[in-house]
């Protein structure tokens, strides 16, 4: 019997698998995905057995990962339903939906992680807010939650009324990060710079930016004011950004994925 079962394989899904694999050999996991053909090619590539139902994915596992998109959670939970026991232990990725949302599918005995983790995860660098009733687990299975978690990256736990806010400066926001690399990436092609000498240079900059941000503990506005000398480029730069909206964009954009997260 497998340790921990995906019921879903796409992007996240897979994303967490390969994270998943560094503390656990391919034999203690298990996953199901309606996709056939996408079945195969993730367990010749892992060596991880894919099962051919959802039922029977979670009937062979303890740890049940849910990596599907909210739309389709109804037809999975009812795919599920009769198969999960209050041995298991779930863990749902989906955003906008809430514990009480899964249990009302499952039976309110079921026990429930709810997590918002990112596609970073793909590389070891994922950023995942989790949120459940630590008394409802066992030590063992609370210590088993922080090893999937910190397999592909780093978490935070979290109120789960935060969850919404999570997708918006976690969960979504490597898209919005994307876009700001290819617009830096496009401004230095504009004056010259290869494409893919500026792709290089603009996402190192975010890189070390960041990382500024997470190892100097700096409040993000004193590494600004660093960067600005009075009357020289960057503060040139900053008022642009100012006069054009920049941080009032971001913020909208997360009202956007807030109240999409907030429809399910």
């Known amino acids: 019997m497998a340790k921990i079962g995906f019921v879903g394989m796409g992007n996240m899904g897979y994303a967490m698998l390969k994270?998943?694999?560094?503390?656990?050999?391919?034999?203690?996991?298990?996953?199901?995905?309606?996709?056939?053909?996408?079945?195969?090619?993730?367990?010749?590539?892992?060596?991880?057995?894919?099962?051919?139902?959802?039922?029977?994915?979670?009937?062979?596992?303890?740890?049940?990962?849910?990596?599907?998109?909210?739309?389709?959670?109804?037809?999975?939970?009812?795919?599920?339903?009769?198969?999960?026991?209050?041995?298991h232990v779930v863990i749902s990725i989906a955003p906008g939906i809430t514990i009480e949302k899964v249990q009302e599918k499952l039976g309110h005995d079921i026990r429930i992680v709810r997590a918002m983790p990112n596609t970073p995860a793909l590389l070891g660098e994922g950023m995942t807010g989790i949120s459940y009733d630590s008394s409802d687990f066992r030590l063992e299975e609370k210590e088993m939650i922080h090893k999937i978690f910190s397999s592909f990256g780093k978490y935070q736990k979290v109120d789960e009324k935060l969850m919404n806010a999570v997708v918006c400066v976690s969960g979504s926001s490597p898209a919005y990060v994307y876009m700001f690399i290819e617009a830096l990436?496009?401004?230095?092609?504009?004056?010259?710079?290869?494409?893919?000498?500026?792709?290089?240079?603009?996402a190192q900059a975010v890189k070390g930016s960041a990382e500024m941000v997470l190892k100097t503990k700096e409040h993000p506005a004193v590494l600004k004011d660093q960067v600005c000398s009075p009357g020289g480029t960057t503060i040139a730069g900053v008022a642009a950004l100012e006069?054009?909206?920049?941080?009032?964009?971001?913020?909208?954009?997360?009202?956007?994925c807030h109240r999409a997260a907030s429809l399910f």
Do not use: M, W
Request: aromatic share 10%.
């Open 19 to 87: 994270g998943v694999l560094k503390e656990n050999a391919p034999s203690e996991i298990i996953f199901s995905d309606v996709n056939e053909e996408r079945s195969r090619k993730v367990q010749q590539e892992t060596g991880v057995h894919y099962a051919e139902s959802n039922a029977e994915c979670v009937n062979n596992a303890r740890y049940i990962i849910l990596a599907v998109k909210p739309q389709f959670y109804d037809q999975v939970l009812k795919s599920i339903q009769y198969t999960v026991t209050q041995e």
């Open 185 to 202: 990436a496009d401004s230095a092609v504009k004056y010259g710079i290869p494409r893919e000498q500026a792709y290089e240079f603009a």
């Open 243 to 256: 006069e054009h909206g920049f941080r009032n964009s971001i913020i909208k954009a997360a009202d956007a």
